[in-house]
């Protein structure tokens, strides 16, 4: 039993004295407190701001509200349920209008499969934000860390996979899923086993890690040899296009376009014939940034009901804010969506965003502040797109957009998850709930809903195999690399350079019921012959079920979870 306290206050008259009380750390203690000290220990315990990003939830029910108003603190409570709606809103519309396109364009530009782009540019993507948060924190609780990072592993392969081969069922490349699920437990094995004395070496860290570079090793030689095939199969046209086998073949070389809209619809002055040498450069250029600009969709205004009219209003505001600051490159679009005076804006809207959500705009460089320099870089590269593109075509250089795109949707999934974290977190602590429980269910999946909305949107766009490749890249790379990178900075902060782990009450509930997630669906697959049907989503989903209604149940103490020992 750890015997460390952490300071408490109580109010005598006007000031606040302190006192040492257990778990005072933990944010939850205020239940414990009388009415009266719940703000202030809002106010001043560390625990109750790391649930803060951009707004103090806790400290909007506890202070400003007060939970002695039963009614009004209800309210709020009610109010923050639909702000984190609200968030999935912008969530889904950023992933499906924005994130999907740049992922498509830019695997189609390196000329990469489905599964490659999945495992290496969506994982790295998604789980970015996490891996570099949890590197930055080694001092964090281990206890929280390992019930979140297995648990989003669990909800990402188990309901996110699931819902995947809901939408879109699909045939797996044996060899291909095998890997992918054979090394997911060889890692999951690993830290059961090195965890056991609740000590983590170096050398356990490495193993970890490199577990993930063979991973992203097989992955790649897998690409490499069926493009090679494709290459041998196709040399000079031998091969029908319609043959099923080299279509298979291709599907694992490289990513096909799914074009939804095979009739763009062509609006007058938007477009100039390319015979017409004299038309000038610039015709049609505040029509078509007004055109490009509008936040609401025409035909959705036209034909859908007042609900989705309504529905269309709400999302304006942050639509409006996305079409002016992140390009969209769609190759499915007329001229790959390019909107020369909004990608010109762009160049310069794009970086002081980032500069401001991220807190440096005003960082001095020397003596000048940040948001000055963005500025000055950025006019004349603006001032240059305007005099080499034309209005009616995209420039040669378009595709480099994509790169601000995917900078650009990323930075925003990344600030709203941030917030559906810290709403999820506040819920935890208004309803007293141990930090395991917290971490694999509520953290877990705030900090899994950017992978949720992402791979949900590819799916529903005809990816389904970048969104499930995903599912396991994504997950692998935060075990792997995150647990692995963080446990080895703790060790050096150790002289025997060992890290001292605690899984807590629910770590072996967490990778007892990953590794039953892993097996059922390597399982249903042998039997349905690698065929990705919507039953195994199914499973998969109902699996996950199962291990959180299990952990819940341990939680309230009516069954016993995994791991803990009730021995006299």
């Known amino acids: 039993m750890c015997n460390q306290t952490s300071s408490l206050f109580t109010r005598s008259s006007r000031h606040a004295t302190y ?20 703000c202030e220990f809002v106010k001043m315990a560390e625990s109750c701001a790391e649930s ?10 506890y202070c400003t509200i007060g939970s002695d108003r039963e009614y009004l603190f209800s309210l709020g409570f009610l109010l923050l349920l639909c702000v984190c709606m609200y968030y999935f809103v912008v969530l889904g519309t950023t992933a499906d209008q924005f994130f999907c396109p740049t992922l498509a364009t830019i695997a189609k530009t390196l000329n990469i499969s489905e599964a490659l782009a999945g495992v290496t540019i969506l994982a790295f993507g998604n789980g970015s934000p996490d891996l570099f948060t949890a590197v930055a924190n080694p001092d964090a609780d281990t206890e929280l860390m390992f019930s979140e990072l297995l648990g989003s592993a669990a909800f990402v392969i188990g309901v996110i996979g699931g819902v995947v081969l809901l939408i879109q069922p699909f045939s797996f490349a044996p060899w291909a899923i095998s ?9 999951v094995l690993w830290i059961v086993y090195r965890t056991s004395d609740e000590r983590f070496s170096l050398f356990d860290s490495s193993v970890l890690i490199g577990i993930y570079v063979v991973f992203l090793g097989l992955v790649v030689w897998e690409f490499i040899r069926a493009k090679r095939q494709v290459h041998r199969a196709s040399l000079h046209g031998r091969v029908p296009e319609n043959d099923v086998s080299f279509q298979n073949l291709r599907e694992r070389a490289e990513i096909i376009i799914r074009r939804h809209d095979p009739a763009p619809v062509h609006v007058p002055g938007r477009e100039v014939p390319r015979g017409e040498e004299n ?11 007004w055109i490009h600009l509008n936040p609401i969709d025409a035909d959705e205004w036209t034909q859908g009901s007042w609900m989705t009219r309504m529905f269309g209003i709400m999302k304006v505001p942050f639509v409006l804010v996305l079409l002016l600051t992140i390009p969209i490159v769609d190759v499915t679009a007329e001229r790959d969506g390019w909107c020369k005076l909004l990608n010109i804006l762009h160049c310069l809207t794009l970086p002081l965003f980032i500069a401001f959500v991220n807190g440096f705009a005003f960082t001095p460089i020397f003596h000048v502040p940040l948001c000055c320099w963005i500025i000055l870089v950025s006019v004349p590269w603006m001032v240059a797109i305007f005099w080499t593109s034309r209005t009616d075509r995209c420039p040669r250089y378009h595709k480099l957009f994509t790169v601000l795109g995917f900078l650009g949707c990323i930075q925003v999934i990344y600030i709203v998850a941030q917030e559906v974290v810290s709403v999820l977190e506040t819920v935890g602590i208004v309803l007293n709930l141990s930090k395991s429980i917290l971490g694999l269910s509520l953290l877990a999946w705030g900090n899994s809903v950017g992978d949720l909305f992402s791979n949900v949107a590819l799916a529903r766009q005809g990816y389904g195999k970048m969104a499930f490749a995903a599912c396991f890249g994504g997950p692998l790379l935060n075990l792997c690399l995150g647990l692995g990178l963080t446990l080895i900075a703790k060790a050096f902060g150790d002289r025997h350079l060992v890290a001292e782990v605690r899984k807590g009450v629910m770590g072996e509930n967490c990778e007892v019921y990953l590794l039953h997630i892993l097996s059922t669906t390597w399982m249903g697959l042998l039997f349905t012959n690698f065929q990705g049907r919507r039953s195994i989503g199914l499973c998969m989903i109902v699996t996950y079920l199962v291990f959180l209604a299990f952990s819940f149940l341990g939680e309230f103490e009516l069954i016993h979870p995994y791991g803990t020992d009730h021995h006299p």
Do not use: I
């Not at 890997?179 to 890692?187: E, I, K, P, Q, S």
């Not at 038309?279 to 940034?289: A, C, S, V």
């Open 19 to 38: 006192v040492n009380f257990p778990r005072a750390d933990d944010c939850s203690y205020l239940h414990k407190l009388s009415v009266d000290e719940q």
């Open 52 to 61: 803060q990003f951009y707004f103090n939830y806790v400290g909007f029910l």
């Open 179 to 187: 890997r992918d699920l054979a090394l997911f437990v060889v890692a």
């Open 279 to 289: 038309t000038p450069d610039n015709e049609g250029l505040l029509r078509d940034f």
